[in-house]
């Protein structure tokens, strides 16, 4: 049975025991599905469809701060209804379908087998994350989930607050692992270090902007790069 003296030196080397994950961008390759569920939402209503580029902005955010960014004109009712709308065209098998990518689930393997704990801080809602774990099989490896309707949206910090409070962890010993500025900077807000990934929505330029610690270009990159930040 390993000494405590063991336990100690790994606590140490792992740096960051908690690793907080971003979900779409960051874990599952859905940009292409929240595109066109936007886009059938607002055709359903009779509505001029947005751009691409405006719609891949606002992935991240709740979806209520979303749909208020993307159609800042409208009024309640009709944010409610296309939202409404939105979630119809999630939860059908006629949209574009999303994937993880590739290395996310080794990668969490891997992670998980290193002893550090993870969770889950997305602008989904629960009902969307729930079925995004159930559907790709990863919600084993998550100790802690936080949805943006439970709490505020990104970039406000109280996700990660609240994952922090249950967690029993201080923010220096967390990491949140994002691909949009909105995740940067609820980091920041948390008083929490940062990693930004660049093969999400949002460029290296837009992440770097919050000082994350790095920006990696790969899911696989991860465990390399926290060995390589314990020994820097």
């Given amino acids: 049975m390993p000494c405590p003296r ?3 030196d790994l606590r140490v080397s792992m740096k960051f025991e908690l690793l907080i994950f971003d979900w779409d961008g960051t874990l599952m390759d859905s940009e292409a ?3 066109s569920c936007v886009e059938a ?4 209503l009779g509505m001029p469809v947005p751009d691409t580029d405006s719609i891949s902005n606002i992935i991240g955010l709740g979806l209520k701060e979303a749909v208020h960014q993307l159609f800042p004109d409208a009024d309640d009712q009709l944010h409610l209804q ?7 065209h ?4 006629e949209e574009a379908p999303s994937q993880l990518f590739d290395g996310a689930r080794e990668t969490l393997q891997e992670l998980t087998d290193r002893g550090h704990m993870l969770a889950v801080a997305t602008g989904k809602g629960r009902q969307g994350l729930d079925y995004a774990l159930e559907t790709t099989g990863l919600g084993d490896f998550f100790h802690l989930t936080r949805c943006a309707d439970e709490t505020f949206s990104k970039p406000h910090p109280e996700m990660l607050n609240q994952i922090l409070e249950l967690s029993g962890m201080d923010p220096h010993q967390a990491l949140m692992i994002g691909d949009t500025e909105y995740d940067m900077e609820m980091a920041v807000n948390a008083g929490m270090s940062c990693l930004g990934v660049t093969y999400g929505v949002h460029a290296a330029e837009r992440l770097r902007k919050h000082k994350p610690l790095d920006c990696i270009d790969h899911i696989a990159m991860i465990p390399n790069w926290l060995d390589d930040y314990v020994k820097s």
């Fill in 82 to 88: 296309i939202a409404a709308r939105y979630r119809v």
């Fill in 33 to 35: 599905r929240i595109i």
């Fill in 6 to 8: 063991f336990w100690q």
């Fill in 90 to 93: 999630f939860f059908s098998d």
């Fill in 41 to 44: 939402a607002v055709r359903d």
